[in-house]
């Protein structure tokens, strides 16, 4: 036999049950709760550390194609200096030569305009630093197509010419 203090604890903690029956789901979602948020605070974390690492990436992307771009600008300048230097050698040649042929000690060579004696950096650059690699595969294929097209045009016209 149950002795009745245990029955009527017993009974005591059922009515408990029974009338705050509803404070069993709250406390199961207030740890779901807080499950998901440390969840949802990791995965936070995860996503700002890939947006850093790809933050950092970029940078050192740009920072390579700024280093490049510095040594072709060098590069042009150096071509650009030794161009210039070439070509006042070959003209004091030319214009020694010119006052030996006159026998006139003022004898001199027409002069050219600096911005036609040098190269253009963009000229000289391949100009596809800025443009993506697809775009850039495209654009180098459909030169290639229309180079093909210009020279079988070139072929025909010289074809043209023969039937005269």
């Given at each position: 036999?149950?002795?009745?203090?245990?029955?009527?604890?017993?009974?005591?903690?059922?009515?408990?049950?029974?009338?705050?029956?509803?404070?069993?789901?709250?406390?199961?979602?207030?740890?779901?709760?807080?499950?998901?948020?440390?969840?949802l605070?990791?995965?936070?974390?995860?996503?700002?550390?890939?947006?850093?690492?790809?933050?950092?990436?970029?940078?050192?992307?740009?920072?390579?194609?700024?280093?490049?771009?510095?040594?072709?600008?060098?590069?042009?300048?150096?071509?650009?200096?030794?161009?210039?230097?070439?070509?006042?050698?070959?003209?004091?040649?030319?214009e020694?030569?010119?006052?030996e042929?006159?026998?006139?000690?003022?004898?001199?060579?027409?002069?050219?305009?600096?911005?036609?004696?040098?190269?253009?950096?963009?000229?000289?650059?391949?100009?596809?630093?800025?443009?993506?690699?697809?775009?850039?595969?495209?654009?180098?294929?459909?030169?290639?197509?229309?180079?093909?097209?210009?020279?079988?045009?070139?072929?025909w016209?010289?074809?043209?010419?023969?039937?005269?």
């Amino acid at each position: 036999m149950i002795p009745g203090a245990v029955l009527s604890g017993a009974g005591m903690a059922l009515r408990a049950l029974r009338r705050f029956w509803w404070a069993v789901p709250i406390i199961g979602l207030a740890l779901a709760l807080q499950v998901t948020r440390h969840t949802l605070a990791e995965a936070r974390e995860d996503h700002q550390a890939y947006v850093d690492g790809m933050k950092a990436a970029q940078a050192a992307e740009l920072a390579k194609r700024l280093e490049t771009e510095r040594a072709r600008t060098v590069i042009n300048q150096e071509t650009d200096l030794a161009h210039r230097q070439a070509m006042d050698a070959q003209r004091a040649r030319y214009e020694q030569r010119l006052r030996e042929l006159t026998g006139r000690p003022d004898a001199a060579l027409p002069r050219i305009p600096d911005p036609a004696r040098s190269f253009d950096a963009n000229a000289c650059g391949d100009g596809l630093l800025s443009i993506p690699t697809e775009t850039a595969v495209a654009l180098m294929m459909a030169a290639d197509d229309n180079t093909r097209q210009l020279l079988d045009l070139q072929t025909w016209v010289r074809r043209q010419i023969d039937v005269r």
